[in-house]
Nanobody
Framework: QVQLVESGGGLVQAGGSLRLSCAAS????????AGWFRQTPGKEREFVGA????????VYSDSVKGRFTISRDNAKNTVYLQMNSLKPEDTAVYYC???????????????????WGQGTQVTVSS
């Protein structure tokens, strides 16, 4: 079992920045890759990015590449999502998740992740 708790969401103006955190407990966090997803009402959950177990590798969706950065601190069992140059279309509930695998060809698939946080709302005003 693992528990994931996201924090750091809120309301920000377009062009602004936010940093989300995802704190993990109940598991050896460093053994697992971590991903960030987001979802808006009526739409499917969308892959944002993911980071490998050690933090040495990260991948991003095209929609956030160059603006968002994922990092992790395994000593603190925490993964971060730094979001810069935010746009109104980034408005969503953001979720973190863990995966026992790190396979680049499928890292964006929801089915690859076994534990999920409850989500944190990010709202970007225009």
């Amino acid at each position: 079992q693992v528990q994931l708790v996201e924090s750091g969401g809120g309301l920000v103006q377009a062009g602004g920045s936010l940093r989300l955190s995802c704190a993990a407990s109940g598991r050896t966090f460093s053994r697992y890759a971590a991903g960030w997803f987001r979802q808006t009402p009526g739409k499917e959950r969308e892959f944002v990015g993911a980071i490998s177990r050690t933090g040495g590798g990260a991948v991003y969706s095209d929609s956030v590449k160059g603006r968002f950065t994922i990092s992790r601190d395994n000593a603190k069992n925490t993964v971060y999502l730094q979001m810069n140059s935010l746009k109104p279309e980034d408005t969503a509930v953001y979720y973190c998740a863990t995966s026992p695998k790190w396979i680049l060809s499928v890292v964006g698939g929801i089915q690859e992740y076994d534990y999920w946080g409850q989500g944190t709302q990010v709202t970007v005003s225009s």
